[in-house]
């Protein structure tokens, strides 16, 4: 794995400009309560480029250096504070461990940065990283012009990483695909259980713990975020996570539930009567939806704009919603004036890798971009029917129906990452009857 790391950074070295360098800085610890801090988690960009995974640490990349082209700063060894918090690679293990050319304490960085800095022309860092490491970049700049008059030269410009380090991690790698796959394959178990574990007067909290326990059960120690289980009328709302309210019989259950697999993320959801049984309504709904689901993956090919896929959602669900009657007028009048969006107010998707919703630009000169092959990508249509809506018939509220799967583009077409989660109406019912 240190290869991908190291072929990584020659990469991303080929596109930066002459004399230039690169600064990456680590996730920052935050605090949970008190003396307590959450797990940590490394930065994506930090882990994508070193797979150094400890904190108070920062990267240099330097391209045209003739030695110490890779450097990283990091905590030193301390037995004491190993003895509490867990052991240190210190500055031998980066060497050895990670690729680094050097490796220096974390203590000594801005006392050297100004010297490692100098007669650079561009530095790039990632301007969207809450790491503050900006503020760090404008004191060693300071710091160099200081010594103009002994010769040393301040870099010209501040540049932006993110652009070009984004659309490196749009396109994934066939080791990156192996673990996007297995993070699938966990979470399609977890939706399983969860579907044959529900029943009328569980709580939301409890089906969530199906997930978390078939999560950390295959290696996965977290979700890939905060996991939405909703019932009833909490089913229309889009990032509800109370997951606190009973799921009652002849109620409806949505689930957007994923786990992370080694900096990978999976992003699932399903919808399932409570009972196991579809009401007329609900399945009336459910069934615009996994069509709207159907035919929106056909977009999904190498050269098709990723504006496709939510255009087709959009049509499906309209045309359905009309003959439902819950929309009024001809399909192209609701969908210039927009008012399917009180149902379906959301995109159909969004890139899926180290982040749940990955980096990368979905449009280019100022025009959606063209799908290409190793984009991974989610399919999540909606309809969403809050009980407050006015001028709906009673029977239709408290309705929330969304399915998502996860998929890769592929040569020719697409590959869903998820095939194997319950979809239609039989599969459903029948995995939570069983």
Known sequence: MKNNFSERRLKLSDKVLEDSAIIVASALVKARISDTDYAYRQDSNFYYLSGYEEPDSLLLIRPNSDKEKFIIFCRDRDPLREQWDGFRTGQEGAVQQYGADNAYSINSLDQMMPDLLGGVKNIYFSMSAPCGVDIKISHWMEDIRKNTRAGAEPPNNLLSLDSILHEMRLIKEDHEMNLMKKAADITTEAHIRAMQAVTPGMYEYQLEAEYLYAFNKNGARSPAYNSIVGGGNNSCILHYVENNDELKDGDLVLVDAGCEYQYYASDVTRTFPVNGKFSPEQK??????????????????????????????????????????????????????????????????????????????????????????????????????????????????????RIEDDIVITDSGFEVLTPDVPRTIEEVEHTVQG
């Open 284 to 401: 009336e709904i459910y069934s615009i939806v996994l069509e709207a689901h159907r035919q929106s993956m056909e977009q999904a090919k190498p050269g098709n704009k990723w504006n496709l896929m939510h255009e087709k959602s959009v049509e499906v669900i309209v045309e359905g919603l009309l003959d439902l009657g819950l929309l009024k007028g001809t399909k192209e009048q609701v969908i210039e004036k927009g008012d399917y969006s009180k149902f379906y107010m959301h995109r159909i998707g969004h890139w899926l890798g180290m982040d749940v919703h990955d980096v990368g630009g979905y449009k280019q000169d100022g025009d959606w971009r063209k799908l290409e092959k190793g984009m991974v990508m989610t399919v999540e249509p909606g309809i969403y029917i809050l009980d407050s809506l006015e001028d709906v018939d009673d029977k239709w509220k408290g309705i929330g129906v």
